[in-house]
């Protein structure tokens, strides 16, 4: 009785206080426009006719509608990267969990941004539709009552830099399901734009470049996001130093830095102060990181300029150079290694963020989850975790959990590596709400891996090159991890991250290299709350879709939803809510 009536109360004062927040809402039409940013014509999918799309700029635990017109000829999702959707895997925006947007359809995204601060971006998360563009920026700000632990900048900053292919989504899909690789882009963007033509011979004339433009002596935060497909990159502003403060969520030992490898789908922050002379302008640069043949990919640079207002001249010369790390093996996991939280900052609380001391509680269940080099599985080219290739069913799971469909999926997902046949399945890791896992990372490829859990961020307690064993823990960092949402996993080595499962729904785990995501590496992380669904978790919002086994309950859709009708529908959830809770109360009582 008592745990019921407590969870009574989470329920209520959650829902009072979503109630009492400001509320964002926003409308964003999806569709093509043809760009060509390397210099050749092609479609990119672009929100409202941005490319990027446009900034969703809230506070902490501020709601948000997001009400989606797809206007593409295929379906939709838009996933949230690094945004935890407490309770509410509901609106995470993958296939596990939402069932697509049909084309020419309408659906509006209802969340609350629960505890979060920090620099996110959103995407497409459907089949290769990242490939094709449609991410664009998320900033929570703090909330006046917490400040942040820096100055206020002069000026806030997003740059997205990426890996580009002037070939089609559709035809990189093909190429995949052919059973070949992407191989070396044609370039890297930034914000969506070609390199600025820092060399003639590299690069050709007339194509657009992005300039930012800045005062002297004052500071700005660059938020930098890599949404590119596949490519970790360096990232480094010619003659500035770059002092880190935040990284996906979390506010950062601050330090400078010249240069940092910014991997496949990884967030920072940094404050810059234009402190030179401004005799010319200034490159910025995205160079791949980890690549082989690097001979050919010589030509493979994004650059952008910054542009003082007292400039004297163009950009010229040679880039400055990168990480010279021939002899110096470690010296991107060495960086890696040197992001440490600030324990002392208050964030979306007041209270400092080592107040969580991860390094006293207890381990209960540990995850080890290794990848490999790609393989064939019925004559496809597959990649895998413990030798379990992810395929997706046409039910999501989160539904068919709900209407106790049986078949969709096994949770019988290897924890650790196993000796057993490589396979195709549909199958999900069970962890226990509430306990603190452990995750580890083995990359047993030849290149850097990128791995992405929704619906929380982790403690990044430690990395090495090697098979991981228990003796590894000893070397963990028990203090001060940097807590995020995506870490790197280097050729050969391992990567441990610690994460405490308060957060109740079906949580995708997936490797952010796109084409290892759309080949299979990737699962999903069931966290039931014993007391049953839709008791600590939000329920199933009103306008939720159909598809796969349940297709059949599907209604059509007359009309677009407006920016009214999706008030009353969150006036409607927020209503069913409380009904919910009213029972739970009465159960009490009785009892």
């Not at 290892?516 to 008791?535: F, L, R, T």
């Amino acid at each position: 009785m008592a745990a019921a009536a407590a969870v009574a109360a989470v329920v209520v004062a959650a829902v009072v206080a979503a109630a009492g927040e400001p509320t964002r809402e926003v409308r964003w039409e999806v569709g093509y426009m043809t760009v060509a940013p390397l210099g050749v014509s092609q479609k990119v999918i672009a929100i409202n006719n941005q490319f990027p799309g446009p900034l969703l700029n809230v506070t902490t635990n501020w709601n948000v509608r997001v009400n989606v017109q797809n206007n593409l000829d295929e379906p939709l999702l838009l996933t949230w990267d690094g945004i935890q959707m407490r309770m509410n895997s509901w609106q995470d925006g993958v296939a596990g969990t939402n069932c697509p947007i049909p084309p020419g359809w309408n659906w509006t995204y209802q969340f609350q941004l629960k505890d979060q601060i920090g620099s996110f971006f959103y995407f497409p998360s459907l089949g290769l539709q990242r490939a094709a563009g449609g991410f664009g920026p998320v900033t929570v700000n703090n909330r006046a009552v917490v400040p942040v632990p820096f100055a206020q900048p002069d000026g806030d900053i997003t740059l997205f830099i990426g890996d580009w292919y002037t070939k089609s989504h559709v035809e990189l899909k093909k190429m995949l399901d052919d059973g070949k690789d992407f191989g070396i882009p044609d370039g890297i963007l930034i914000n969506g734009k070609g390199p600025y033509s820092y060399d003639n011979t590299l690069v050709p004339e007339g194509l657009q470049h992005e300039t930012v433009g800045v005062e002297p002596g004052k500071t700005y935060r660059f938020r930098v996001h890599n949404v590119g497909t596949s490519t970790s990159l360096n990232f480094r502003i010619q003659n500035h130093n770059m002092r880190l403060v935040e990284a996906e969520g979390t506010y950062t030992y601050q330090q400078n830095y010249t240069n940092l490898d910014i991997h496949v789908r990884q967030s920072y922050s940094f404050l810059v102060t234009m402190d030179q002379n401004a005799s010319t302008d200034y490159y910025i640069v995205a160079s791949p990181r980890f690549v082989l043949n690097e001979s050919r990919w010589h030509d493979v640079n994004g650059v952008a300029v910054l542009q003082y207002s007292n400039s004297k001249g163009r950009a010229s010369g040679p880039l400055p150079d990168g990480p010279n790390d021939f002899y110096y093996k470690s010296y991107s996991m060495d960086q890696a290694r040197s992001i440490k939280m600030n324990t002392t900052a208050g964030a979306a609380r007041p209270n400092p963020q080592g107040s969580f001391r991860y390094d006293t509680i207890n381990i209960t269940q540990t995850f080890l989850l290794k990848n490999e080099l790609p393989l064939r599985i019925n004559g496809k080219h597959r990649r895998t975790i413990n030798g379990v290739s992810y395929s997706p069913p046409e039910t999501p799971l989160r539904l068919a959990d709900l209407h106790n469909l049986t078949g969709v999926y096994k949770t019988d997902f290897p924890t650790v590596p196993s000796n057993a046949p490589p396979k195709m399945a549909s199958s999900a890791l069970n962890a226990s709400y509430k306990g603190f896992l452990e995750i580890v990372f083995q990359n047993n490829d030849t290149d850097v891996q990128t791995y992405h859990l929704d619906g929380y961020s982790f403690f990044v307690v430690g990395m090495d090159y090697g098979e991981w064993t228990s003796d590894c823990r000893s070397r963990y960092n028990k203090w001060d991890a940097i807590s995020r949402s995506t870490t790197q996993v280097f050729p050969g080595g391992w990567t441990a991250v610690l994460v405490s499962l308060d957060n109740v729904g079906i949580w995708n785990l997936r490797s952010e290299k796109l084409d290892n995501w759309y080949n299979g590496q990737e699962v999903y992380v069931k966290v039931a709350d014993p007391m049953g669904y839709n008791i600590t978790e939000m329920i199933m919002p009103d306008n939720a879709l159909y598809c796969g086994l349940l297709k059949d309950l599907q209604k059509p859709q007359i009309h677009q939803v407006n920016s009214k009708s999706s008030a009353q529908a969150a006036d409607r959830w927020s209503a069913r809510v409380l009904a919910m809770v009213l029972l739970i109360i009465a159960s009490v009582v009785s009892s």
